[in-house]
């Protein structure tokens, strides 16, 4: 006989964090969902490539190092774990990776990337294909 009132401000539950409102980082008014005051680090996950093409399958990673010793043409991309999932993709090896416009990811200007050695290439879900925003030949 009354109204009920959440009166929580987050809670565990197998293993996961729930927030109610917003969450502040290093600090103390966070103006949204998530508001990180400082740097935000991203554990990488290595792949190693023996053959000439591969398919790169991300997870819910944030940063794929790619390792090979031979030119390495990725041919598909696996789709990502949720809307708006991003990732950097570095190129580890000692030759070059050619990323293709297709199946699973696009490239800017409809192109090929080739990645050269240490370049790195960033990229979002959008729930059914991954889409280029930026890319660094470092």
Do not use: C, K
Request: hydrophobic residues 35%; proline residues 1%; glycine residues 14%.
């Amino acid at each position: 006989t009354g109204a009920t009132t959440n009166n929580w401000a987050g809670y565990f539950a197998a293993g996961d964090v729930y927030i109610q409102n917003n969450l502040g980082i290093g600090i103390t008014t966070p103006g949204t969902s998530l508001h990180v005051a400082g740097a935000i680090s991203y554990s990488s996950t290595t792949r190693n490539y023996g053959g000439a093409t591969g398919s790169l399958n991300i997870s819910d990673e944030g940063y794929v190092r790619v390792s090979h010793s031979t030119t390495l043409t990725i041919s598909s991309f696996g789709a990502g774990s949720t809307i708006g999932q991003t990732v950097i993709i570095e190129n580890a090896g000692t030759t070059t990776i050619t990323i293709n416009d297709n199946t699973g990811v696009q490239i800017a200007n409809n192109t090929s990337y080739i990645m050269r050695q240490n370049a790195t290439l960033s990229l979002i879900w959008n729930g059914t294909v991954w889409l280029e925003t930026a890319r660094g030949d470092n």
